[in-house]
């Protein structure tokens, strides 16, 4: 398939996000000494940017695919959160329900980066979980929403900063299955068992050896062939979908599996590389790509944001560039 059928199928399909959103801030600058307080760099700052990050990402990821997204996040009162509401709007994301928590602040990731080399990251977060009364409202928030939206696949976006508790994944994986719409998962820790009978499962191979307690034996097909039915049999979901860092992606759904190896790519930041996998896979099965082509795709794409600095988000020049020397296959 080329980026002229795609553009045409991906165009305005409806897909929701779900999770925690956060603020990605870049200080960007120099270096050109030590410091005399401590033997550390000093770095001139040049520029300061913001950029939507966690599941505002995978939303921008989609907008810039060309879907209608709907988003649905936990924010402080706050300035952060005026400014990620200000960033969605920039990007064309209108339908936005960012419910305000005056007991929680805006998740805020700052680093510090010299020369395309970041060199620190400092986050501003608190870690809890909605008071019962706030989550209640959220999840007849959400799905008062999502009911208006109508989307065709939801993704779950979850960095375990709280707002996705077991309450508010049960109702909304319970919607969406007696809506017929998919669902999708990007897990942490926490949840991770949560997510039952889910379209789609895709957790990374760290995530995933965590929580099922396993060694790390060598890397081959059988073996990533086993976690999928270890998970499967946890979950009951559908597809799983690993990723593989620097080794690719591995697809499994019961009648099929393979591992697709990672292009060679000069890395310049892995930041936001699995918001993009989830995002594109989502959308390739929503607009009814088969799963090997969603997996090739979901694959060069995480790929392709690698290269660049910062949490960015896949976009069409990228995209036509890296598929003019190579196609889907089904």
């Not at 990731?109 to 809890?128: F, G, I, P, Y």
């Not at 999928?228 to 499994?252: D, K, N, P, S």
């Not at 036509?320 to 089904?330: D, P, W």
């Amino acid at each position: 398939m080329n980026p002229g059928e795609l553009k045409k199928v991906f165009r305005n399909r409806r897909l929701a996000v779900v999770g925690d959103v956060m603020l990605d801030r870049y200080l960007i600058g120099s270096v050109d000494r030590i410091s005399p307080e401590a033997p550390v760099p000093v770095l001139r700052v040049e520029q300061i940017t913001e950029h939507a990050g966690g599941a505002a990402n995978v939303a921008v990821n989609l907008q810039s695919l060309g879907a209608r997204v709907w988003l649905g996040g936990r924010v402080g009162a706050d300035e952060a959160a005026d400014h990620l509401h200000h960033l969605l709007r920039n990007h064309g994301i209108r339908e936005v329900v960012l419910f305000r928590d005056p007991a929680y602040a805006t998740a805020i990731k700052t680093r510090l980066m010299a020369r395309n080399h970041q060199m620190l990251r400092c986050d501003q977060e608190s870690v809890k979980s909605p008071s019962p009364a706030v989550e209640k409202r959220l999840i007849r928030q959400f799905l008062n929403s999502l009911r208006a939206f109508r989307p065709e696949a939801l993704i779950f976006q979850d960095y375990n900063k709280g707002l996705l508790t077991a309450n508010v994944i049960n109702h909304l994986v319970d919607y969406c299955r007696k809506a017929n719409i998919l669902t999708a998962v990007d897990p942490k820790r926490s949840n991770f068992f949560t997510y039952k009978k889910v379209s789609v499962f895709k957790p990374n191979l760290r995530e995933v050896r965590e929580a099922l307690s396993l060694d790390e034996p060598p890397l081959t097909r059988d073996g990533l062939l086993r976690i999928h039915r270890l998970l499967r049999r946890r979950l009951h979901h559908g597809i799983t979908l690993l990723t593989l860092a620097e080794r690719g992606i591995f697809y499994a759904d019961g009648r099929q599996a393979d591992w697709i190896p990672a292009h060679p790519r000069d890395v310049a930041d892995v930041s936001g590389a699995g918001d993009t996998v989830i995002a594109t896979a989502t959308l390739a099965l929503a607009s009814g790509l088969l799963l090997p082509q969603a997996a090739q795709l979901a694959n060069l794409c995480g790929g392709l944001v690698c290269e660049h600095a910062g949490v960015v988000p896949i976009t069409w020049d990228m995209l036509e560039q890296a598929l003019s020397n190579q196609s889907l296959n089904g």
